[in-house]
């Protein structure tokens, strides 16, 4: 399937490249993220 | 000795009777009337409607819990609140139909000194022609009908893997809609589920919605900073579509559901339609019909109730333009303005406006989101009530005191994307606040620092390891507390 159609809705948004999509699901580097992920929600939880 | 009577049992109700009762412990009375004899984790149904969870997995008996923490459970429905009470019991109660197998259809009146109402909303399929499970779409809202979606999808698979296409129809079964967000999980679960079973080819995946434009939520989109830009959600949502190639229609409200077409019209007035083989389409809510009668007998529903059948509590209803919404209008404690001694949590308080901005199309079809109410929302304001009504009942306070409007409140929210251990993904999303403050925020409407998203592995571990962590809380198992709304 193709993404990119000249003048379809899928012709105009960003896609990811290989290396964005990589890192997604990359176990180290969402190791990271899930910390980070927890501050930023922890940091929510503590505005209530 | 006070009762505090709390009407459902979802995720609000069940947060403030556990923590009515560890603040009353057993000097006062906690009862909870609830028509489902189990307690879902309704954030997972997704999950058991693509079959990667079974209903048991999110699901839990409430009267074992309650037996455990001594509170008070009747398994039933209400059907009227008579909050002066009436010519022969002089205090305020709630009438109540069980729906019990023991006790089916028997009346019961139960009086209280607090009331609060979490009944959730009533599943409106009957908004639009042909919807609903019983109909011609399927559904993820309760437990039973995620299994039975996930039946119908086992039955899809089979027939793409004997050579078939098929085009599946995911989201919004009407113009007033809310919860796209419960439709972005399954369309994007649905999408991966495709792919494990090697049958993507076969599929043809639309999403349909009554968004103005993807990534709207009903909370009108958000703004967030990345790679140098500030950049608003329908980008990023336009690109996970485009990247899952998936089509999407918008700004549409469903007419009709026909067994393998939909026909819609959009804010253009235009009438259209879509085949499908599978359509997986949300309906719209509404408070669930309860009735309330002073102690004339007067039918005074619209004293407490707003025409939408949720309950009035102390936000500010007065008709306006988008262009003069104010954070002010929502509500803070959610009490009810006239009678103080009733409160109402989660979904079943009326919210005064959408937080999109309202759209017609030429024929006067109202098509915009209706706002959502989530989990972490309706938790911290169901804490926050139970703690007010706590300090009522012992005197501390005439008043509430501790406030909980969505205009001043975060939430944080993880979106599934697919779900597995290592190649899985949700998007995680952070905003504050919820109701976007123009006054303060000029640009975007909410604090750029608080408001994050990101799409990613780390995401679905979140999302699985909440699925826990929340049904432990529910459970009121030791510690119960630690577990943050």
Redesign the interface.
Known sequence: ?S?RKPYE??Y?????TKLTKF?????IY??F??II??I??L???R?? | MARLLILGAGIAGQTAALHAKHKLGTKHEIVVVSPNSKWNWIPSNIWVGTGYMKPEQVTFELKPVYDKKEILFHQAKAVSIHPEGDKSISKPFVTIEYTSSDKKGIIEKITYDYLINATGPKLNFDATKGLGPERNSLSVCTYSHAAQTAVALKESIQRMKKGESQTFLIGTGHGNCTCQGAAFEYLFNLEFELRRQKVR?KARLIWISNEFELGDFGIGGMFIKRGGYITHSR?FT??L???R?I??IVQSHVKEVMDGETVYENLSGEEKSVKHNFAMLLPPFSGVGLKAFNKNDDDITSDLFAPNGFMIVDGDYTKKPYEQWNPSDWPETYQHPKYKNIFAAGIAFAPPHSISKPMTNPNGTPIFPTPPRTGMPSG?MARQIAYNISDMIKGKSDVPTRK?SLAK????CIASAGANF????AV?M?I?PIIPDFNKYPDTGRDIS?T?G??????H??KHFLHYAFIYKAKANPFWRIV??
């Open positions: 399937m993404l809705q899928s105009f948004p960003p896609v990811p890192f997604r699901t990359n176990f969402q190791l993220r899930f992920i927890n930023k929600m940091r929510m939880v505005k209530h | 080819d980008i336009e690109s579509y485009t990247e190639g089509e999407w911290v909980a409140m975060g939430a944080a290592f190649r899985g993904t995680s952070t504050y608080y994050t990101e799409i990613g592995l780390a995401g571990w979140i943050p709304e």
